[in-house]
T-cell receptor, first 116, second 114 residues
Framework: AQKITQTQPGMFVQEKEAVTLDCTYDTSDPSYGLFWYKQPSSGEMIFLIYQGSYDQQNATEGRYSLNFQKARKSANLVISASQLGDSAMYFCAMREANFGNEKLTFGTGTRLTIIP | KAGVTQTPRYLIKTRGQQVTLSCSPISGHRSVSWYQQTPGQGLQFLFEYFSETQRNKGNFPGRFSGRQFSNSRSEMNVSTLELGDSALYLC?????????????FGSGTRLTVV
């Protein structure tokens, strides 16, 4: 079973609009971390934001915020006021606490294109 | 602070050859992980090292191996290359191999097998 599901293969958004990228996850581990990474065409994975399973508040980092709904196992990334430089692949990932399972598990990604 | 450095950036090899990729983590980071990224399979975990010990290994054949040195630098080796090994290989370093600690990735090594 997929541990991380990203259902939007591609999205087109007008510049300056807000955009929400969906991510659902599956784990039985009570302790886990959720990450969002951005991958431009150059290939480097750029860390955007992190949410711990025990965090009470939604994480925010500048224009990025994470809409964490634990009961629904959902961790959507919200980008406010999108910019042309936001065009890239976006990956949701999870790290579990179970020994031997601490690796990052990635979703299939969403290709975001910002239209001027 | 220097980031994660992967060398080389690009590599072209012939089927049957072997290849070694290098990763220098952020200073102070003791955990190094390797991932393979292909259009068909996406991002797949290869292995993770912490303090020179392999802690975790993904579902890859024995042709894929790695090691970590005392200075935390890591290498991965692929022997008897196949066309399907063509991929972007990403290295990531972390302060600790635990939940709550994020990964910083390098720019990757793009391997092409011909």
């Amino acid at each position: 079973a997929q541990k991380i599901t990203q259902t939007q293969p591609g999205m087109f958004v007008q510049e300056k609009e807000a955009v929400t990228l969906d991510c659902t996850y599956d784990t039985s581990d009570p302790s886990y971390g959720l990450f969002w990474y951005k991958q431009p065409s150059s290939g480097e994975m750029i860390f955007l934001i992190y949410q711990g399973s025990y965090d009470q508040q939604n994480a925010t980092e500048g224009r990025y915020s994470l809409n964490f709904q634990k009961a629904r196992k959902s961790a959507n990334l919200v980008i406010s006021a999108s910019q042309l430089g936001d065009s890239a692949m976006y990956f949701c990932a999870m790290r579990e606490a179970n020994f031997g399972n601490e690796k990052l598990t990635f979703g299939t990604g969403t290709r975001l294109t910002i239209i001027p | 602070k220097a980031g994660v450095t992967q060398t080389p950036r690009y590599l072209i090899k012939t089927r049957g050859q072997q290849v070694t990729l290098s990763c220098s983590p952020i200073s102070g980071h003791r955990s190094v992980s390797w991932y393979q990224q292909t259009p068909g399979q996406g991002l797949q975990f290869l292995f993770e090292y912490f303090s020179e010990t392999q802690r975790n290994k993904g579902n890859f054949p024995g042709r894929f191996s790695g090691r970590q040195f005392s200075n935390s630098r890591s290498e991965m080796n692929v022997s008897t290359l196949e066309l399907g090994d063509s991929a972007l290989y990403l290295c990531a370093s972390s302060l600790a191999a635990r939940v709550g600690y994020g990964y910083t990735f390098g720019s990757g090594t793009r391997l092409t097998v011909v």
